[in-house]
Nanobody, 123 residues
Framework: DVQLQASGGGLVQAGGSLRLSCVAS????????LAWYRQAPGKERETVSC????????HYADSVKGRFTISRDNAKNTVYLQMNNLKPEDTAVYYC????????????????WGQGTQVTVSS
């Protein structure tokens, strides 16, 4: 039973930081890539980052490059998204996802995703 529980969202002022966490269970966490995507009303779903399992490859969307950092702690079955210098346009529900494959690409539509966490950035 694949479960991906995101947390850590909240309301912050522009320029602030948040660290999102996603605790996974029900699958071999160490074997698979993880991704973060976000969904805001009126906008297309955007994959903001991904991280592979075995070689540590990471990718970032241009919209967050230089501000967000993805990481994982396999011992804790957790993937993180450190978000710095937040902007109002970052406001969205953020989800973590996987497809039970070691595939890290921003164009991929990951099949497994869990409960998201709301990030709201005020001016």
């Amino acid at each position: 039973d694949v479960q991906l529980q995101a947390s850590g969202g909240g309301l912050v002022q522009a320029g602030g930081s948040l660290r999102l966490s996603c605790v996974a269970s029900g699958f071999a966490f160490d074997d698979y890539a993880l991704a973060w995507y976000r969904q805001a009303p009126g906008k297309e779903r955007e994959t903001v980052s991904c991280i592979s399992s075995k070689d540590g490859t990471t990718h970032y969307a241009d919209s967050v490059k230089g501000r967000f950092t993805i990481s994982r702690d396999n011992a804790k079955n957790t993937v993180y998204l450190q978000m710095n210098n937040l902007k109002p346009e970052d406001t969205a529900v953020y989800y973590c996802a996987t497809d039970l494959e070691d595939l890290c690409t921003l164009s991929y539509e990951y099949a497994y995703w869990g409960q998201g966490t709301q990030v709201t950035v005020s001016s």
